[in-house]
């Protein structure tokens, strides 16, 4: 077939799009969707910090092959340099999206409406976007969808802005499986302690999601000094670490076991139902720390010092705890709404959370993944959380030795 | 101080108690506890089938040390010659129990009142035990107990009998780590199927619980067979298994892989959310089995053989499908209900739903837990479900070679 | 500074430069070792088969610079337009390279000899480059080395031909961490049987790198038919394999369990060392089999089929064996010695030998990495073994499956 | 059959025969082999460190059963009440036991010989027992028989003490996985600081087996200050740690990472074989300590603090170091010979030395191994280190840790 009979569009594609990838994925994306190119204009950037550009032309065999190759570029950030306002239908029942709607990732997009690029707010991926009536745009997870709301459906008019994931690390990292336990610890400790340091010196925010490991491996006053000096400014866990933090603050235990020498207490099993149960009869959390009967541990820094914590309930709980939410998607609700302005996230040995939150969070907050199993760090990434650094180490050493780098930081 | 003056009591011991080590443990907790004791009488089983015997006299110095000894005692099933009745006290809110409250194992328990020894039901643990007026007792969990419940506090009047752990093993295991990956597979799979095959036999009733690996690896045909030839009577996994089976039953892939090569398709992470989005306009995972929106899978085999099946939410969700119940406290009483009756428990690919079954079955339901992590199977032995039985080993080849055993059993 | 009077080098790359990174990765080491770079030519292949090509231009601030900059590029491919000869030197000391050696990788490589481009013999990694009186060049260990060696120096004069990682794989799999544990395993068992296939069927060889494992859990007899259907040629081992092989065929054991039932046997432990000791008062494996001692197993069909084995003695051996090498660099001699031609490789179980023979491979042989743990697959591509594909699942499952797959085959 | 026509035997077993788990064993020894038994005597000591005593009337069908079960039962400390003299036989070739040797376990062992127990010296697992002429008796491996030499055979005459495995724990840990990530490293570690600071007290020997993650974690002035300070007298390694730590002394980086900021430095990775190559050419590591060659690291501290080290080939090293000793047996030999009389022993981040360390040492010796991989431990255990300590951390921040904690200890 002649090219110049085939349907054709010209795309364009900016940033770190050689050495982030972008262009071989591009450029794979038209010939394994049946198309064809060329690369009519390509300026390569001198220094890595220098951005990139690429003019390629598309053809395919008919519209439709076109469009769908259309429809997968645009996701890697590929914009037709003629464009068109992005399409959008009515949802018509509550809490599902139109057949055809436009799933959304976690990178910074916009949609054309009216011939002008509005950037959607809430970005998150995995949902749709929808259409307001004052000319914005946002992203809305299945579920809050009501029948009416006007969803963007297609790729037409909706281009995103991936990430660069080469910028701020320290060489290329190609080569190199991400997860590896042989790498140098001090330097990412430090790494991760001159992050808090900064987003603190700069007013930003940091979240904690942390499991109960923090707690069992006998770091509950390592955080609670990151809580004290402001470090830590929102905190996302289950109803296990708080549990076992009270625990420990009123038995000395968790899970039984004493933690000043590792003995094991003899019906120090039932420490944390027992701690549950005083907590629920004084009222749950808050009223125990301003009724005296907690007085120290994590969640009772986080009382004292104005830390919001969301506690999300899962079906291995215990009790719970009354400050837990229990269902699953108003804890989610609570922590998209908690989470908008994060501007760090640290996540220290919990899978289910860490998994949760990186599902909800935009791709520009960085994230740090600490956890002593790798195969933690390998289901954040294998779930699209890129921007994860993901270092396997353990906790309590871990968290031990982030406070004796951030005491001993200039503005530490 | 004369041994006489000391306040002592008699209690004593049946079962296995040497070679299950609990002569060994009481024995322990007694001098542990600061007490001091004589083996007045020890007559010990000839085979590894036969009971033992022992009658210990525990003294102490003073009454209080001598009752913790007997409450700590007590756990592991030893008990006083002379008994008294339960004690009990009225929940003075709604879910919590009274400070003192027993907190309860999973082995099978009496209460004594008036007089009698009175077996509790719906035994589970880390909850309370409720007296009824009619002379019964039950397990409750906390957020379930009602201001006036009567819940039995401190342990006397109270003992358990643990389920022997050596009864039905091959072979002593005391040397040997639980979880080694290095061990004969091929016989521990033809254990599990003849299990499988001997619940079925006897009209007994076996639960799966699954996680999305199962989809992922590949083995959906398998775990589709099993529900076909009724050997599993029930099923509880959660959204990401129910949404996996679907995405692949409509689109061939999980999590965007096509199962039959293993190539990635391009968009295809969207599938798993257009999948949910189909079955929510569709109105549900029956209504799209009804209307032949959804003709296969795991999914689709429940439906056609009435395998009723319980989706648990989790704050990880996409979605999620609308049979997925959401709230973390009614799941588990959904869950409490549905596996009154169990037999067996093949739990396989997930840590936190088996965590979660865990603690809801009594020990003398028989587990299996099959998961690649060793982490996993140490971490349900951490918590107390002694009963598992965990083999460390992949998802996919295990139960393509658990059918190949099933097939060629006499009875399979 | 002006560019036109900074020292320049043209240089030219081919093959998939784009997607298998090479020219990213080029420019990368141009700008971070302070050169700069016109991309003079670029031609894109249009098809994922297609080879594609650049000229760039390097430009440096003086020669220096320049040269460490085309030495590092050379490794990623890419050579001068206009080439000299390599440089050598006399070795001055057995056993020792010159300091300025060029130290190989595992990829084809080829040196200027008199204006002729020579291919490098026996093409291995963290080698130096001999050149004989013939013209001709081998790659050579360390320890090989004898006074008045010619060995390479510096880059010039040296070119490689990176293994092209994308022609060969089934889709694009940049974004995938290379070791999860959540992919369809049937897919990838498939496959490894059509390889071994179709290395039988072209009269190829395969090698098998084995550890105890392959015995301990139950997956001898699938070992021994491949070994009797003529899928494996070569066999390396350590001391562990061969004894629990024959303990299993003396004993019925494997450290000690019955890998009939999963028993442990008393005194079991003692087995290996019994059979280590009857194979010594025998003289050996091979001498063991014509005695009628040893008529089963791995070794037994070794020894029946004239597959050749080595077993590399270490430092946790019991006995051992009369047929181990337990010098490390004889074993190293042997093993490359041996390995020349093979084809296929598979390896099973065992991280050490993995290692050791996958440093020895040049990158032209395919590899297949078997293991349960994750982090052997992560250790082997750290190391430099990029062509190995990882399939993190249980040996014995493994076998079992590759085995039925094999029958199922039209050529197998 | 009458209980008196069958014969008998009385044995004795002392110690914590209860908690230890003797007794239960060897009455399930008893009636598997298809003995019965009375216990005819039984004494439980009060307190946990108090010993007890059994004396148990063995009965079996014939004398073969009865001397099967006495063979066995001999290996967990039982005794008959009337012993006869060991029985042996020369070897009939070089490095070969006699068919019926008595295989030697890592407790504390006597032989009887005319009337007297005599103990055996050099205990190690796995070996034989040399009688000499002078009435005394040794451990010898396999290969270092010769022929000719007096081989213990059968169980007669010989009796073992197996190390309490109680006594020194902080609470029994029957119930608890050996191995699991959640328990509180602080107080671990400060064990760890404890027992060095007491070994280096009492003037005994601390031996330190340790992999090269020491290094690639960037541990190593934490290790040079532990060799400084006087805390290890003794290293066993193999190449590799000796290789990245001179790679790291001399390049600043541990297999082309620098370990001051975690940058990959280009051709890093030749960093390790130039390493090699330079010590090489200057002869040796301690020649290049004199010549001031190599100035910092592991192996500088070693040869300036005379603390003998020992590198152990594998068949995966590079180069190797000239120090390394390649032949495995030898490598054994010396690391026996070095070993005699080490008093405490960290296992610090590899496998294969701490198996194989693990073999040599008698098990009075105590043990701590960490690994941040669960199946290093797990391994340790399965093969026999009964008396190792798994802490299950990462090795980077658990050095800073342990240096710390050494630094506030009042003798530290």
Not at 15 to 27: A, E, F, N, Y
Not at 67 to 79: C, F, K, M, P, Y
Not at 181 to 210: M, N, Y
């Amino acid at each position: 077939m002649d090219r110049e009979q085939q349907p054709f569009e010209d795309i364009e594609v900016r940033g770190h799009i050689i050495d982030s990838l972008l262009l071989p994925k591009i450029l794979d994306v038209i010939t394994t969707g049946g198309g064809s190119f060329s690369i009519d204009e390509i300026a390569v950037g001198q220094s890595r910090h220098d951005s990139s550009y690429a003019r390629v032309r598309i053809s395919a065999d008919d519209d439709e092959q076109l469009n769908e190759i259309l429809r997968q570029v645009s996701d890697h950030g590929a914009t037709p340099i003629a464009a068109a306002d992005c399409r959008w239908e009515a949802a018509s029942i509550d809490g599902a999206f139109p057949e055809a709607f436009y799933s959304t990732t976690n990178q910074r997009t916009e949609v054309r409406l009216s011939n002008t690029w509005v950037e959607v707010r809430l970005q998150e991926m995995d949902c749709g976007i929808v259409i307001d009536g004052a000319g914005g745009a946002e992203c809305r997870p299945m579920t809050d969808i009501r029948r009416g709301d006007q969803v963007v459906v297609g790729h037409l008019g909706v281009r995103v802005f991936p990430q660069d994931r080469s910028t701020d690390r320290g060489g290329f990292e190609f080569m190199n499986s991400a997860v590896s336990t042989e790498k140098p610890k001090g330097v990412a400790i430090r790494q991760v302690a001159e992050q808090l340091t900064a987003t603190r010196a700069s007013g930003g925010r940091t979240l904690l999601v942390g499991g109960p490991a923090i707690v069992h491996t006998g770091s509950v006053e390592a955080l609670c000094e990151l809580i004290r000096e402001g470090y830590i400014n929102l905190l996302f866990a289950g109803n296990a670490l708080a549990t076992h933090d009270i625990e420990h603050a009123l038995f000395g235990t968790s899970l039984g076991v004493r933690l000043d020498c590792g003995d094991i207490v003899e019906a120090g099993h039932e420490h944390h139902l027992r701690a549950i149960n005083r907590i629920r009869l004084v009222g749950g959390i808050r009223a125990a720390v301003e009724a005296g009967a907690l007085t120290s541990g994590i969640m009772y820094e986080c009382v004292q010092h104005d830390v919001p914590f969301l506690l999300a309930g899962s079906i291995r709980d215990d009790g719970p705890l009354p400050e837990v939410v229990t269902d699953a998607l108003e804890a989610q609700r609570q922590m998209r709404s908690l989470s908008q302005g994060v501007d760090f996230c640290l996540m220290v040995a919990t899978t289910l959370h860490s998994v949760a939150v990186g599902n909800l969070l935009p791709a520009w907050v960085r994230v740090v993944c600490v956890d002593i199993n790798p195969s933690t760090v390998i289901k954040l990434n294998d779930r699209g959380s890129f921007q994860t650094v993901g270092i396997v180490t353990d906790v309590a050493p871990f968290l031990t030795a982030l406070v004796a780098d951030l005491r001993q930081l200039p503005d530490g």
